[in-house]
Structures are given as structure tokens and as C-alpha cells.
């Protein structure tokens, strides 16, 4: 399966993409712009295990289809990014949307947000669901952008307890809560 935006395609990750897939969020020359110090204290780099049991094995085979998934970004057939989601609940009609490049060079050219746009339009098509969540860090202001442009809003600054109860973690002391109602 394929999911086709205007620019880019979204493949769905395999277990052998998730070390670059790592490597790309926590070894890039984009690290520094999403975590760690000195911009992120409050958010440090995770280990390679930490990120294993936050992204595990079910988001990288269709097990993982109903509750969350990973997909490479791709364009013109070269992997350039990687989006996902998690926690879809129909009951509350929501779902959590996360989002990285793979490294500088493939940042400012609309892929991110032609992406964002895929996956909703995937998402809403496969299971109904009408509310798409993201929640940076105040802080990332590229991403922030980026999202916008794909059609998020803030709702609201998070605070930790927020947090803890809405995705059942914390991790930057200033998340803030974006949303996609859709269709727009």
C-alpha cells in the first residue's frame, strides 16, 4: 500500500527501517532543532532501546494498522522523512500525528506538510476519523509553520498534567496542542 500526496508518497516502515528511522530523529543534523541540550534540557536524546519501546515493533507491520503505523516519506522514490501515527481511537475520534525529515537539506520544500495532508486524507478515508493531533514544542517554530500550512491550529498551550493525561507522557515542558479537523 501507498498513500500519494501531491509531492510525495508514504510506504509503509518495515522492521529494517527503524534504526534509520532513529538515527534520522536522534543522530541528524536536525537533532539539535527538536531535542536535547542546549535548546531541549527538559527533552534529552532518547537511546536506541527508549525509542524502540515508544515506536515498537507493531508500527512497523500491519499489526499496528488499527491503533498506529510508520511510513516513509518518499520522493521520487528516495526515502526523505518518516511520518506515523498512534493512539487512534474511534470512540474519541482523534488521532496523533508524528512527523520528522531526514535531515536538513530535506526541509523547507512542502514535503512535511504534503505528507500531513496524505495521512489525514488516508486516515479519515480508512477509519472516519475527523480529529488529527500534533503536539511540538513551542519552541519548534519551523515545525509549527509547517504544520499550519497543512492546515493545524493551536488550540492551546499543554501543561505536563495535560500531557500525562491526554498521551499518557511528557516531553517538552512546553508542548503545545495542535488540531486538524477534517475534512476542513
Known amino acids: 500500500m501507498k498513500i500519494t ?12 527501517d527503524r534504526e534509520k528511522i532513529y538515527l534520522w ?25 527508549t525509542f524502540c519501546a515508544e515506536y515498537p515493533s507493531s508500527f512497523f507491520d500491519a499489526s499496528g494498522d488499527e491503533t498506529g503505523r510508520v511510513f516513509m516519506i518518499t520522493r521520487d522514490g528516495e526515502a ?15 488521532v496523533v500525528l508524528d512527523l ?3 535531515a536538513e537539506r530535506d526541509c523547507g520544500h512542502g514535503h512535511g506538510s504534503d ?3 496524505a495521512l489525514c486524507t488516508h486516515i479519515h478515508e480508512t477509519y472516519g476519523i475527523t480529529r488529527f493531533i500534533l503536539s511540538p514544542s513551542a519552541r519548534n517554530r519551523r515545525a509549527i509553520a509547517a504544520y499550519r500550512k497543512a492546515g493545524f ?16 507522557a511528557v516531553e517538552y515542558d512546553d508542548n503545545v496542542l495542535m488540531v486538524k479537523r477534517f475534512p476542513a
Open 100 to 102: 520528522w525529515m531526514r
Open 153 to 168: 491550529e493551536i488550540e492551546k498551550a499543554l501543561t505536563r498534567d495535560d500531557q500525562e493525561r491526554e498521551f499518557g
Open 80 to 94: 526523505i522523512g518518516t511520518i506515523g501515527y498512534d493512539l487512534l481511537d474511534k470512540v474519541q475520534d482523534r
Open 25 to 49: 530523529l536522534c543522530r541528524s543534523d536536525l537533532t539539535p532543532s527538536v531535542m536535547g541540550p542546549p535548546l531541549y534540557p527538559d527533552h534529552p536524546i532518547p537511546g536506541y532501546d
Open 5 to 16: 500526496g501531491k509531492t510525495v508518497e508514504l510506504v509503509p516502515a518495515r522492521e529494517a
Open 115 to 117: 505528507a500531513l495532508n
